[in-house]
């Protein structure tokens, strides 16, 4: 590791100013980037190596423009796109880089821009500003140089962080004269994009102190609750953690791409195979026939060699031949994706006004993709749930509070001044007031038990800075019931009872961890001393202490606290002791709340064969009753396999377990060695799925899960899992989240989508091959790393089955058509090659060739990608099966390619074929030689664009104003096109380009060349109608008889929205939310984040205990029996 | 966060607007393949191309042609030919034969070429479209192999086109008795695309052609230079020449024919060509035999669809009976498909 060092004033050069640069390119640099960039794509180096072609004479079958015009155009199009891109790119860069902040120059603040901020510089922020780069903390307003700092930006999680300064440097405090003489030397890692990670050290003053993460503030974090800090800057512009993080995103390709990628490769093949079988033609035909007619025609011949004449006509066809795979294939595709992207943009019912988010493609590649998605990925909390607590029932001294809202019966509910609470059992007020002391016990216990922050806002008004959720639902309840938390200190806590101001003395703390799972506050006012215990969320239980036992127990404690190798667990030894013998007051219950329409849409995904796998960082019985309460499991489910084991041996064992269940003791377990056939199996897709019948669950926890995605295991672990209907995974990692969908990925061969809201969703959502952010609420960074994102989870339904589903069918369409087209077009020369010597003659004029592909052929296309529709999106969302074809990949595959390629070849046949026939011996109406190469090439063309015309219009099913236009518009724009260039006044100005004078005029009038173009329409066209018409009847699809349907609907009345409502079947679950994150217990006891100046240090009050299972495991009972008793009527497996 | 939305939904800035088009409601008509449309719109294309098919086999008959072909015939001409040191030499052949009906109406001639390729790629861009609009008589770009002669001077007309021009005369000779005969009237005129005579081709500006060509010479397979071709007619000579303007126009596909003369509608042959015997009397210059082609004679009279064609009426009788028989079989498996639907949903 090279460590670089750097100082103020110092070496300063080699750094980078803080100015940073997303955008690619400027005004000079952008045309030689821009086509270097669009020449690596390979079709645009293979049309460019086409023109290089056509400009060598001996071989040059078709003029130079017949590419360069194209190929212009289709370069045009991409560059003014990146330009554009590249424009806001800019914009935002410039407004970024001109953001001011106060930096300290010569011992003065002065105002300066982003751009101009150095390493080394002294940055002054305040409060809410961003912070503009890496810095270290020098010092704060708040007490000990603390200072509170939000991530969103950088990692997506809104609570607050707490970031120290050094003592020494918060010695300096706001004395400038002192920061100006600040000449400490940092000697850190190199810029890395580490978030959470730091190393180095600051000399100064001869002395040496350690820097870590904590010490930092990292540039795109927003100062909070901090009037002002001082930092120097340590990594400025791209060296920051934030820009080193920016690296370039994976380029996601859809299937559809790489299909198509395969399939260009194979019609280049094709190309190939034409061009050696012409060229092998061309040698025969020169061998037999054209030297002879050479000697009669040629005075000098170049080419007297038939093989080398045929090596040059092979050249010379592959320019001719091209057009099968055209280059606008790419450009079409962009445009219609990106058409696609605009509806979702710009759907209003995936518009959340709340928050007035829309939904957002960020991606514009992946569109079609949203129609063949198998497997959902979603995150939990934020997701599935609002990840707002709301206090909904409680138990106290054994009676019951509270219902549940039910939409059937309407509760009035009792609304509260504060918070718009909601609370629907009046009892309880009745409770509180009548003075049930268990009851004010217990509110009093609310109040005062908790880690939340009161903060005193102007006009009295009281808000809490809480860490997590729950914990300011339950002070929050407390406070609506009249115990209202008013201040604390690091010693009392005073809370207002019922309108009594009453003053607790803070004892000790007991702070919450995962594995007591339990916070405990002792505390004493005047009349009685007081301890209590909160099983957050759950169980409310409290103790009296009198002194001299609570003295005792003090003395353990800090006895506990001095003692170094064991001070965890005489910690938990201690508490332990105190914690025990306590009464239990009741219980309450948080709700987790549900986004809307959650079950709904999990209803309709999982009708439309979308596996919804649900993987979170909460614990189990929370995502169990998440699961449960959006109807993912329900209570009729045959089996639900809970995999919890600690060691890769318990997991085996337990998935066996499964697999048998599954499959009956017959199907014998593989073992560890043999997954690799196993593996083979499912690659090539197991049909054992069908095999079993019923519903089935699999909830694996965390660690299981880091034993199940070991090599050995993890076959079996996604075969028992993809049987199953609902997967739940919970504790899991990051990492583990994204580890999970790339083994479906790989091993699926499905098409996976990761919906999530927070930072810790990005893993999942990068490697999937949709990753879809939430928007609006938490951080922003599951949404910048996203390709879709909108406010709600419900969104999703419409995101697939609606938007998804059309995207998919319109991009089939059109590779269908537009492959089908090309290949009608250009294989006419094909035929044609037999009948003119193979001498790579053309068939049609050279502008012809020049514009049909992008001129008379590509608005209808596109208008059909772009705006057809085969139901509506009422019943693409009524009927979710109508997703299925999606997902098998139906609507374009190898075997749909090669039919439209056959219908392509059978249009090209009688394309060139009938003409040819009527050509053979053709005079005119007034006896004229009609029967002329150019009259040939005008029949053939306008057939042409008459018989893909006509097949595009039966291939639309949604004929708008649009694509009439389009339609009708492209065959007169054929038409005016061919008059204008086979007139008189354009030849008159170049003859030589266009010789075609009067060609249209002549032709065209006779009725017999319009007897050809009518009959190769309609023998091009009829077996397609009358295939059609018979698959239809015999084999109709879903979307077949839908759309029949439709037509009966829309004659019968205007479309009623026939929704069926998914019913909660179990209703007496719900996502009650359990807390599981560990506390701020060391700060409030400390003393720390509080404006009080005489503190004494409690330290090592809140820390984390590991090793003491025995009171974990009665904890757990007591857990689950609470939760028992009180909500749930089934035992939990745990 | 506790804005309330519904409150003034038109303050809301970033609401996507409620359009048809970007909600993708444009009112639009669903196409369906139904019974109704599809079945009767079988049957009545069927019934009209088995109409037209019958209608254009009726004409394709009613239509008289003859053709000869006269290389086997002048087989010692064709001999001759095909050494090029025998190039100024004059060869004729007669070719008799047998007109059994009238042939009424207005008759034309043509020439046909079998195994001529006129589409080679190579020869059809041997030309230049400025040269022949008698612009810059000099131009001779793009005429490779036959643009200069081997002094240098362009060649007028330049191109492999030009120099490989039929230069047959054809004569037509009528016999009412065996011991008569009368010279068929034939035109030349009349036998080029208006656009071609008027737009495409122009002579170069001058009183007197001859002069108007200075400079150029002659293509080096032609026996005369472009301002001799008919010696007959001052006016049908240099690019506006009609047999040139024809041959110009270059054909589709190797077997050709190409319209040659009108028959002159006076006389005896007011009503077209008589039954009785005729002869073509041949100037037999353009050689075949080296690259295996034939040369022919057509006669014919058209009618509304051009000359006799019986391809397209026998196309047409084939498509529409097959499309009938699709109708057909699509009709039987719609009543059966309808019949057991009706009793499944029974």
């Known amino acids: 590791k090279v460590d670089h060092r750097e100082k103020k004033e110092f070496e300063l050069l080699q750094f980078p100013n803080n100015r940073i640069h997303t955008s690619k390119y400027n005004v000079l640099t952008f045309l030689p980037i821009n086509l270097f960039e669009q020449f690596q794509r390979v079709a645009n180096a293979y049309f460019l190596f086409l023109l290089i072609l056509q400009l060598i004479p001996e071989i040059s079958s078709l003029s130079w423009f017949t590419t360069i015009v194209p190929l212009v155009l289709v370069l045009t199009i991409t560059a003014v796109k990146d330009a554009t891109d590249d424009y806001f790119r800019h914009k935002s860069d410039n407004q970024v880089n001109n953001r001011l902040s106060e930096v300290l120059i010569n011992g003065r603040l002065q105002s300066e821009k982003w751009m101009n901020v150095m390493?080394?510089?002294?940055?002054?922020?305040?409060?809410?500003?961003?912070?503009?780069?890496?810095?270290?903390?020098?010092?704060?307003?708040?007490?000990?140089?603390?200072?509170?700092?939000?991530?969103?930006?950088?990692?997506?999680?809104?609570?607050?962080?707490?970031?120290?300064?050094?003592?020494?440097?918060?010695?300096?405090?706001?004395?400038?004269?002192?920061?100006?003489?600040?000449?400490?030397?940092?000697?850190?890692?190199?810029?890395?994009?580490?978030?959470?990670?730091?190393?180095?050290?600051?000399?100064?003053?001869?002395?040496?102190?350690?820097?870590?993460?904590?010490?930092?503030?990292?540039?795109?974090?927003?100062?909070?609750?901090?009037?002002?800090?001082?930092?120097?800057?340590?990594?400025?512009?791209?060296?920051?953690?934030?820009?080193?993080?920016?690296?370039?995103?994976?380029?996601?390709?859809?299937?559809?791409?790489?299909?198509?990628?395969?399939?260009?490769?194979?019609?280049?093949?094709?190309?190939?195979?034409?061009?050696?079988?012409?060229?092998?033609?061309?040698?025969?035909?020169?061998?037999?026939?054209?030297?002879?007619?050479?000697?009669?025609?040629?005075?000098?011949?170049?080419?007297?060699?038939?093989?080398?004449?045929?090596?040059?006509?092979?050249?010379?066809?592959?320019?001719?031949?091209?057009?099968?795979?055209?280059?606008?294939?790419?450009?079409?595709?962009?445009?219609?994706?990106?058409?696609?992207?605009?509806?979702?943009?710009?759907?209003?019912?995936?518009?959340?006004?709340?928050?007035?988010?829309?939904?957002?493609?960020?991606?514009?590649?992946?569109?079609?993709?949203?129609?063949?998605?198998?497997?959902?990925?979603?995150?939990?909390?934020?997701?599935?749930?609002?990840?707002?607590?709301?206090?909904?029932?409680?138990?106290?001294?054994?009676?019951?509070?509270?219902?549940?809202?039910?939409?059937?019966?309407?509760?009035?509910?009792?609304?509260?001044?504060?918070?718009?609470?909601?609370?629907?059992?009046?009892?309880?007020?009745?409770?509180?007031?009548?003075?049930?002391?268990?009851?004010?016990?217990?509110?009093?216990?609310?109040?005062?038990?908790?880690?939340?922050?009161?903060?005193?806002?102007?006009?009295?008004?009281?808000?809490?800075?809480?860490?997590?959720?729950?914990?300011?639902?339950?002070?929050?309840?407390?406070?609506?019931?009249?115990?209202?938390?008013?201040?604390?200190?690091?010693?009392?806590?005073?809370?207002?009872?019922?309108?009594?101001?009453?003053?607790?003395?803070?004892?000790?703390?007991?702070?919450?961890?995962?594995?007591?799972?339990?916070?405990?506050?002792?505390?004493?006012?005047?009349?009685?001393?007081?301890?209590?215990?909160?099983?957050?969320?759950?169980?409310?239980?409290?103790?009296?202490?009198?002194?001299?036992?609570?003295?005792?127990?003090?003395?353990?404690?800090?006895?506990?606290?001095?003692?170094?190798?064991?001070?965890?667990?005489?910690?938990?030894?201690?508490?332990?002791?105190?914690?025990?013998?306590?009464?239990?007051?009741?219980?309450?219950?948080?709700?987790?709340?549900?986004?809307?329409?959650?079950?709904?849409?999990?209803?309709?995904?999982?009708?439309?064969?979308?596996?919804?796998?649900?993987?979170?960082?909460?614990?189990?019985?929370?995502?169990?009753?998440?699961?449960?309460?959006?109807?993912?499991?329900?209570?009729?489910?045959?089996?639900?396999?809970?995999?919890?084991?600690h060691s890769a041996a318990e997991v085996w064992e337990e998935l066996k377990k499964a697999k048998e269940i599954l499959f009956g003791r017959s199907t014998g377990f593989t073992n560890g060695y043999a997954f690799c056939e196993k593996l083979q199996e499912l690659k090539r897709g197991s049909t054992v799925e069908e095999s079993v019948t019923g519903d089935y669950a699999l909830i694996i926890n965390g660690h299981s899960l880091g034993h199940a995605l070991e090599a050995n295991l993890q076959s079996e672990f996604l075969e028992i899992a993809c049987i199953c209907k609902t997967v739940i995974c919970c504790r899991v990692t990051p990492l583990q989240k994204a580890q999970v969908v790339e083994l479906v990925k790989e091993y699926r061969k499905a098409v996976t989508l990761a919906i999530g809201d927070g930072a810790n969703d990005i893993s999942m959502i990068k490697s999937a091959h949709i990753g879809v952010g939430i928007s609006g609420q938490e951080g922003m960074q599951a949404v910048l790393a996203s390709d879709y994102s909108f406010a709600q989870f419900r969104y999703l339904q419409r995101l697939l089955l609606v938007h998804g589903r059309w995207s998919y069918f319109r991009m089939c369409k059109f590779l269908c058509y537009f492959f089908y087209k090309n290949f009608a077009f250009t294989l006419v020369h094909f035929w044609f090659g037999f009948f003119c010597g193979f001498s790579a003659q053309t068939v049609y004029d050279q502008w012809f060739i020049t514009l049909f592909n992008i001129v008379y052929t590509s608005l209808p296309i596109l208008a059909m990608g772009i705006f057809d529709q085969d139901v509506s999106e009422q019943n693409s969302m009524d009927y979710p099966n109508l997703y299925r074809p999606g997902q098998l990949n139906l609507l374009f595959n190898k075997s749909k390619f090669f039919i439209c390629i056959a219908h392509g070849v059978y249009t090209s046949f009688a394309l060139f074929f009938i003409p040819y026939g009527v050509f053979y011996n053709l005079a005119g109406e007034d006896g004229k030689h009609i029967a002329d190469y150019q009259s040939f090439a005008v029949t053939i063309a306008t057939s042409l664009v008459i018989v893909v015309s006509v097949q595009i219009a039966l291939d639309t099913s949604y004929w708008t104003v649009i694509n009439h236009v389009f339609i009708w518009g492209s065959v007169a724009t054929y038409f005016s096109i061919l008059f204008t260039m086979h007139s008189d006044g354009i030849f008159d100005v170049f003859p030589n380009q266009f010789p075609f004078v009067g060609n249209a005029r002549h032709s065209l009038t006779q009725k017999n060349i319009w007897l050809v173009i009518l009959l190769t329409t309609v023998v091009s066209v009829m077996p397609v109608i009358a295939f059609r018409f018979i698959k239809v009847d015999l084999y109709p699809t879903l979307s077949d008889q839908i759309r029949q349907l439709q037509k009966v609907q829309d004659k019968a009345r205007p479309l009623k929205s026939h929704r069926r409502q998914p019913r909660r079947t179990s209703s007496r679950r719900s996502g009650y939310a359990f807390a599981h994150q560990e506390g701020y217990g060391e700060l409030i006891t400390s003393g720390k984040n509080m404006r009080v100046k005489n503190l004494h240090p409690t330290s090592g009050l809140g820390k984390t205990m590991y090793n003491s299972t025995s009171w974990i495991e009665n904890l757990c009972k007591k857990t689950t029996d609470t939760v028992n008793s009180f909500s749930l009527d089934r035992t939990v497996k745990l | 966060m506790e804005r309330n939305s519904n409150d003034v939904p038109g303050l809301l800035s970033r609401m996507p607007d409620n359009t048809a088009f970007k909600q993708q409601r444009l009112p639009a008509w669903r196409s369906h393949l139904t019974a109704w449309a599809v079945l009767p719109g079988f049957f009545t294309t069927g019934a009209f191309f088995l109409g037209m098919g019958i209608l254009l086999i009726l004409s394709a008959k009613s239509v008289k042609e003859i053709e000869i072909t006269y290389t086997s015939m002048c087989s010692n001409c064709a001999k001759l030919r095909e050494n090029a040191s025998n190039f100024y030499k004059e060869c004729t052949c007669s070719v008799p034969f047998f007109i059994p009906e009238k042939m009424p109406g207005n008759v034309y001639m043509y020439y046909k070429l079998h195994n001529f390729y006129q589409n080679l790629r190579r020869y059809t861009i041997s030309r230049n479209n400025r040269q022949l609009l008698g612009e810059d008589i000099t131009n001779v770009e793009n005429c490779a192999p036959f643009q200069r002669d081997s002094n240098g001077i362009p060649i007028a007309p330049c191109g492999a086109i030009a120099n490989s021009m039929f230069n047959d005369t054809i004569l037509l000779s009528y016999y009412p008795h065996s011991s008569t005969r009368i010279n068929v009237p034939l035109l030349s005129s009349g036998i080029t695309w208006w656009t071609d005579k008027h737009i495409k081709f122009q002579n170069p500006r001058s009183n007197n052609l001859p002069s108007a060509f200075t400079g150029t010479t002659k293509p080096p397979y032609w026996r005369k230079p472009v301002y001799q071709l008919d010696p007959e007619n001052p006016e049908n000579n240099g690019f506006l020449n009609n047999d040139f303007i024809v041959w110009m126009r270059v054909a589709a596909l190797p077997t050709f024919k190409k319209l040659y003369r009108r028959i002159h509608r006076t006389g005896p042959f007011a009503n077209g060509l008589p039954a009785g015997n005729y002869s073509f009397d041949i100037a037999y210059n353009f050689p075949v035999t080296v690259f295996k082609g034939e040369k022919g004679v057509v006669l014919s009279t058209v009618t509304w669809s051009g000359g006799s064609n019986l391809f397209l009426g026998i196309a047409y009788l084939t498509t529409g009976a097959v499309i009938w028989l699709a109708a057909f079989s699509m009709t039987a498996v719609h009543l059966k498909m309808k019949k057991r639907n009706i009793v499944s949903e029974s």
């Open chain 1, 119 to 645: 390493a080394g510089d002294i940055i002054k922020l305040e409060n809410n500003q961003f912070v503009a780069a890496d810095l270290l903390l020098l010092s704060s307003s708040e007490p000990h140089g603390l200072c509170y700092i939000e991530t969103a930006e950088l990692d997506g999680e809104t609570n607050l962080k707490v970031r120290h300064a050094l003592p020494v440097t918060s010695e300096l405090g706001t004395d400038i004269s002192r920061l100006a003489k600040f000449d400490g030397v940092v000697a850190c890692e190199p810029p890395n994009n580490k978030l959470d990670k730091f190393t180095g050290d600051l000399s100064w003053k001869d002395n040496k102190y350690p820097l870590n993460n904590e010490k930092i503030i990292l540039r795109g974090c927003v100062l909070r609750n901090t009037s002002w800090c001082f930092g120097m800057v340590i990594f400025a512009g791209p060296d920051t953690k934030l820009m080193q993080n920016s690296g370039k995103t994976k380029f996601k390709r859809t299937s559809i791409d790489r299909l198509m990628n395969t399939l260009v490769l194979w019609i280049f093949g094709f190309l190939v195979c034409m061009g050696i079988i012409l060229a092998i033609g061309n040698s025969i035909w020169e061998h037999q026939v054209g030297d002879y007619f050479r000697a009669f025609l040629f005075q000098d011949e170049v080419v007297k060699n038939s093989i080398f004449s045929g090596f040059l006509t092979f050249w010379s066809y592959i320019i001719i031949l091209n057009t099968v795979v055209p280059i606008s294939l790419y450009v079409s595709v962009e445009v219609i994706r990106l058409g696609h992207s605009y509806f979702i943009n710009w759907d209003r019912k995936m518009y959340y006004s709340k928050k007035e988010t829309l939904a957002e493609a960020r991606t514009t590649t992946l569109n079609e993709e949203l129609g063949q998605i198998e497997y959902v990925f979603s995150d939990k909390t934020g997701t599935l749930t609002q990840n707002i607590m709301t206090f909904n029932k409680c138990s106290i001294n054994g009676k019951t509070y509270g219902k549940l809202f039910s939409p059937l019966k309407k509760i009035f509910p009792l609304l509260f001044s504060y918070n718009k609470f909601q609370f629907y059992d009046h009892s309880l007020v009745e409770s509180i007031k009548l003075g049930d002391p268990k009851v004010h016990e217990f509110f009093r216990l609310l109040a005062l038990c908790h880690t939340v922050m009161p903060e005193e806002k102007n006009e009295g008004k009281l808000i809490y800075q809480v860490q997590s959720p729950d914990e300011g639902a339950l002070v929050t309840a407390a406070r609506n019931f009249g115990f209202i938390f008013k201040s604390r200190t690091p010693e009392t806590i005073t809370v207002e009872e019922m309108g009594k101001v009453v003053t607790y003395q803070l004892l000790a703390f007991l702070d919450f961890n995962n594995i007591r799972k339990r916070m405990s506050v002792i505390g004493t006012n005047d009349t009685f001393e007081f301890g209590g215990e909160g099983l957050r969320t759950l169980a409310i239980a409290y103790r009296d202490l009198n002194e001299e036992y609570f003295k005792e127990w003090f003395k353990l404690l800090e006895e506990a606290n001095r003692e170094f190798d064991k001070r965890d667990e005489c910690i938990a030894a201690a508490y332990e002791e105190i914690e025990k013998d306590m009464m239990l007051l009741g219980a309450t219950a948080i709700e987790d709340k549900l986004q809307d329409g959650v079950i709904e849409t999990i209803a309709s995904l999982s009708l439309a064969n979308i596996k919804i796998w649900v993987l979170t960082g909460d614990k189990q019985e929370t995502a169990m009753n998440i699961g449960y309460s959006c109807n993912m499991l329900t209570d009729d489910m045959n089996e639900v396999f809970i995999i919890s084991g």
